[in-house]
């Protein structure tokens, strides 16, 4: 089973966009959620977006809203994260994880001080905005 964070991570000026995908092989895709974590330096991990790919509901973090969009193709049980108008406080380390849970699951990545308790994580993609 494997979440991988690939691809789309780096280097973008303040504005500048970026695009995240999240490979969940090995899971049935439409029986778990899809949320993008962020972990900037010295700080905790806070929760980004979320999809839950059976009827594809939505959720997103204040601080993304407008900005960052979520999207999946079940056929490819894949999950992007669309990232535009970036700030420097968007820098982190972005990880995606999957939870067999249905989409009130998605309302965690608005939740702050929580242990984000899922089943599957990725190893993270470095995104860093200069100002």
């Known amino acids: 089973l494997r979440c991988s964070c690939r691809s789309g991570g780096g280097l973008v000026q303040v504005g500048g966009s970026l695009r995240l995908s999240c490979v969940a092989s090995?899971?049935?895709?439409?029986?778990?959620?899809i949320g993008w974590f962020r972990q900037a330096p010295g700080k905790e991990r806070e929760g980004v977006s979320c999809?839950?790919?059976?009827?594809?509901?939505?959720v997103d973090a204040d601080s993304v809203k407008g900005r960052f969009t979520i999207s999946s193709d079940t056929a490819k049980n894949t999950v992007y994260l669309e990232m535009n108008s970036l700030k420097p406080d968007d820098t982190g380390v972005y990880y995606c994880a999957a939870d067999r849970a249905s989409g009130a699951r998605c309302l965690q990545v608005r939740a702050t001080g929580v242990s984000y308790d899922w089943d599957y994580w990725g190893k993270g993609t470095q995104v860093t905005v200069s100002s």
């Open positions: 090995g899971l049935a895709f439409d029986d778990y959620v």
């Open positions: 999809i839950s790919s059976s009827d594809g509901y939505t």
